[in-house]
Nanobody, 123 residues
């Protein structure tokens, strides 16, 4: 069955790092993305990766600090987050889109969503 389950969230001080994982059973041929939603704010896309993993895209606020990757053999999507800032505090979600290589971190493109994992960055 197709299922997305995030893990790896937690609390960290500013400047620290976290690595999020998303168990993505049944999504080998899907575009995948990471999204986040802070309290009182809309859900925003932050990174996407094509099914084969060759093309990644990032929003400017995380580019150079976050890295999206996937291991299709392990059915797992990752988000390595470095140099974390207090503004990165949010619930983080992984999601899957059937758009294949037409792959951008736009929430409306994604059909399947995980339940989220909380990331809290303190100063």
């Amino acid at each position: 069955a197709q299922q997305l389950v995030e893990s790896g969230g937690g609390s960290v001080q500013a400047g620290g790092s976290l690595r999020l994982s998303c168990a993505a059973s049944g999504f080998t041929y899907y575009c995948m993305g990471w999204f986040r939603q802070a309290p009182g704010k809309e859900r925003e896309g932050i990174a996407s990766i094509t099914p084969g993993g060759s093309i990644t895209k990032y929003v400017p606020s995380v580019k150079g600090r976050f890295t999206i990757s996937r291991d299709n053999a392990k059915n797992t999507l990752y988000l390595q987050m470095n140099s974390l800032e207090t503004d990165d505090t949010a619930m983080y979600y992984c999601a899957a889109s059937s758009r294949g290589n037409d792959c951008y971190p736009a929430p409306s493109d994604y059909t399947y969503w995980g339940q989220g994992t909380q990331v809290t960055v303190s100063s």
